[in-house]
């Protein structure tokens, strides 16, 4: 059990300390409560290219300063967005405590001071760079952009990816960059974790002594779109993608209820009974025989409306597609005969990988940040292992049939085109040059 | 109450020593290194072989990684199902890895699970079965992981780069885990000879860290693995030496590529090379870190590229050094442009003082934050072994980066650095990237089909 402390300061920042001095280290995170579930149409990926914008320097602190005094003490820091929400996070040896309050703190208040056009031109360059090699460059690469818009409908904040379109991110204005830090970026939109070594009271001090004076702002609108939907497609939706891959896959995504709400858990246990670890239904029965290369499922923390469920299955280069697909759904129409030995295997198995995860001071930070900000309670850290171990068999069986039937399965399949079909490998050696 | 302007001053530093290693044998002489005394009640058991793909024989290239996977494919007395099952039904995590100098074999689990956990793993190790048929399913996981190897440009550009860098049938010149035509000779018979002559207590240990209480850690260790005997060789040496010795480029054609894979390097040090701290000062100043010079130039300075590093990768023998990153098609040959420069400029004029300080207090400072879990600390346990390290190493690691001072780096730089032999790879559209580079004094380009850089034999 973790020793959690939670505050609110007058600005309405939400601070969470988890006091734990094994070692001289210590975690800052903070989450904000917006992401690219919160654009607009014509303003997608911008949520990621703001948080790009946040190591450019503040009124404070010079362009990538952030890092450079970070790194400059042994520190370790980054960001990341996501649907729901951006974290922005840093470990440092425990010293340091107050210089990642300081300059988290000033791009909190005082970021826009520092921002120019060409510095929003010098990030879109880069962004529009990560995007070339995590999708346009890369076998697969756009499989989240497929399998989001088949399961979520147009209208819906999860029915485009974080990264957005390349029209997008070109569209993106410094106006644009000045209106979304006064909407969000706002101490009362936000949750501060301090986890490590630390005295709770002093870092409390600490905390208030850099947050206190940022004033809050208005309560962020509400999301764009539509944000509830049926748990259910309504029939199996699929689209065939022929592309230069090496391998057969497919992708095959159920809308299930999402990550704050009871049923979440039971999902979580059919996920690893499905397709987590080498016991796992997928592997055991896929893996095993040969028909897929390799085979896993998830279920992701996502909690507007619903959430993915997915399985990622790759075939052989011998491998047909529709042998492949038909063998994933096989399982999914099967695994309600799941039983209570699995139910056991894949309760321990989160477990243990949650006990291990939690050596990490960055990992614990963050999930305490995400359950202050979702739960409006950190404490839930120490609940939630309990509460997975209170699913039933039948609550996971009957989980498999209300969200698991064909009536709810958006399908990608890749198919490596004429030209890539893997072949035998050549003998020509590196002589035979054009 | 201090202002805002400036950054805050940092309050007293608390000591940190790398936790404390036990060094113990069992009965058969069998080396065991443990680490009690971890807060949360997870453990990790390692056995560490020096058995990595260096003693893979010619033509079964590919034989140690292989032989690692499919030590989860069961032993004499339980199927690749029942040791699933045993394991994963006390919460365990599981898994073999294999490099060029090591396989490593490791069991996380809760503490209390270690004695139903030991057992299995000593099993592993000491009797797969490498049954026919579950042998062949994972050759051919491992021949399609060949194949998309070719077709994910990282992967295509860093195979490539190895090959043009290295002299033809030398140690590092192919994939760690071996070519489509080199596995697809492997079979369960090899496996089987791999592990009898490679695999024992004399050329390992076990590493063991956990909130354990060592007498009955010992005890568990000495059950599974004490009675473990078997002489087995020591591995052959590497052979490694460069392809040529003058600057070379080699574009990787792929049609469809709209951004360029770059690696630009040569051959490396090996990891006992003597000037080896001032070796991570210098690649975290050149492009190590985010607030690395190559960092600092090609992304936040001309938005080429959404990362770039450069690598040392030393080895028993001399690895790679390697700059790498990922370009729009357009600014290719300016981007190679820069990193020449950056690297040449780093030979010619050394690091600044301010450079060095940065670094050497980043890799002081970041030292407790890269051994916080079990994995992390049996890992570097395991490298200690592997590469002879003595038993202190990380007790006066700390002291040992501080000491690095400008001189020392520029003395590296020269000496490890040769702008000379740099040897350039660019897997993506040689229709666009071939003309770039041609203007470039960066020596002669030749264009390889995707098709035929795929490696011999």
Known sequence: MLDIQQHVLDNGLRVVLAPDRTTPVVGVNLWYGVGSRNEPEGRTGFAHIFEHMMFQGSAHVPTNGHFHHIERVGGSANATTWFDRTNYYATVPSHNLDLALWLESDRMGWMLPAMTAEKLENQRQVVMNERRQRYDNQPYGDWDERVQSLLFPGDHPYHHTVIGSMEDIAAATLDDIHDFFATYYLPNNAVLSVCGDCDPDHALDRVRHYFEAIPPGATPPPLPGTTEIPLSTGETVRSDVHAAVPLPRVYMAARVPPFTTEAFYAGEVVSNVIGRGRSSRLYDRLVRSRVAKSASCHILPLTTGATMFLVVATGFPDTRAEELEAAVSGELDAVGDLTEAEVARAVIGSETRTLRALQRLETRADLLSMYATLFNDARRLNEDLSRLRQVTLNEAREWCGAYLHAGNRAVVRYLPDDASRARPAGTAGPGASA | ?457
Do not use: K
């Open chain 2, 1 to 457: 109450m201090t202002g805002r302007s400036a950054p805050p001053t940092a309050s007293p530093i608390r000591p940190f020593e790398f936790p404390a290693v036990a060094e113990e044998r069992l009965g058969n002489g069998m080396e065991v290194r443990l680490v009690s005394g971890v807060p949360l009640p997870v453990v990790t058991a390692m056995v560490v072989l020096r058995a990595g793909e260096t003693a893979s024989p010619a033509g079964r290239e590919g034989l140690a990684v292989l032989a690692g996977d499919a030590l989860e494919g069961g032993t004499t007395r339980l199927s690749s199902r029942e040791l699933a099952r045993a394991l994963e039904d006390i919460g365990a995590s599981f898994g073999a890895a294999t490099g060029w100098d090591s396989t490593t074999v490791a069991v996380s689990c809760l503490a209390e699970h270690l004695p139903d956990a030991m057992p299995i793993l000593a099993e592993m190790v000491r009797s797969p079965a490498f049954e026919d048929e579950e042998f062949a399913r994972y050759r051919d996981q491992r021949m399609a992981t060949a194949a998309q190897r070719r077709m994910d440009p990282a992967a295509l550009a860093a195979d490539a780069h190895a090959r043009f860098v290295f002299a033809e049938g030398g140690t590092y010149a192919r994939p760690v885990g071996g070519t489509e035509a080199s596995i697809g000779r492997i079979d369960a018979g090899d496996a089987r000879d791999f592990v009898a002559g490679r695999y024992g207590p004399s050329e390992g240990a076990l590493v063991m860290v956990g909130g354990l209480d060592v007498r009955a850690a010992l005890a568990v260790a000495e059950a599974g693995l004490g009675d473990w005997h078997g002489e087995v060789d020591p591995v052959p040496e590497p052979v490694a030496s460069p392809r040529r010795r003058e600057r070379v480029v080699h574009v990787v054609h792929r049609a469809e590529s709209v951004q360029s894979r770059i690696r630009v390097g040569h051959i490396g040090v090996p990891r006992s090379v003597e000037d080896y701290f001032a070796l991570i000062v210098l690649n975290l100043v050149l492009g190590g870190s985010f607030s690395s010079r190559l960092n600092l130039n090609l992304r936040e300075r001309q938005g080429f590229t959404y990362g770039v590093r450069s690598s040392f990768a030393p080895r028993r023998g001399p690895g790679p050094f390697a700059v790498s990153t990922a370009v729009e098609n357009a600014v290719t040959g300016a981007a190679v442009g820069e990193i020449f420069r950056e690297i040449e400029g780093l030979v010619d004029d050394g690091p600044t003082r301010d450079e060095v300080e940065a670094a050497t207090s980043y890799l002081a400072g970041v030292f407790p934050l890269r051994l916080e879990t079990t994995g992390q600390i049996a890992s570097r346990i395991a490298g200690m072994v592997v590469y002879d390290l003595p038993g202190d190493y990380y007790r006066s690691y700390r002291d040992r980066v501080r000491e690095v001072t400008a001189a020392h780096v520029a003395r590296a730089a020269r000496r490890h650095i040769r702008p000379a032999e740099l040897c350039t790879v660019v897997a993506g559209n040689a229709d666009d990237v071939v003309p770039q580079l041609e203007g470039l004094d960066i020596g002669p380009v030749s264009v390889h089909e995707e098709a035929l850089a795929r490696s011999a034999p």
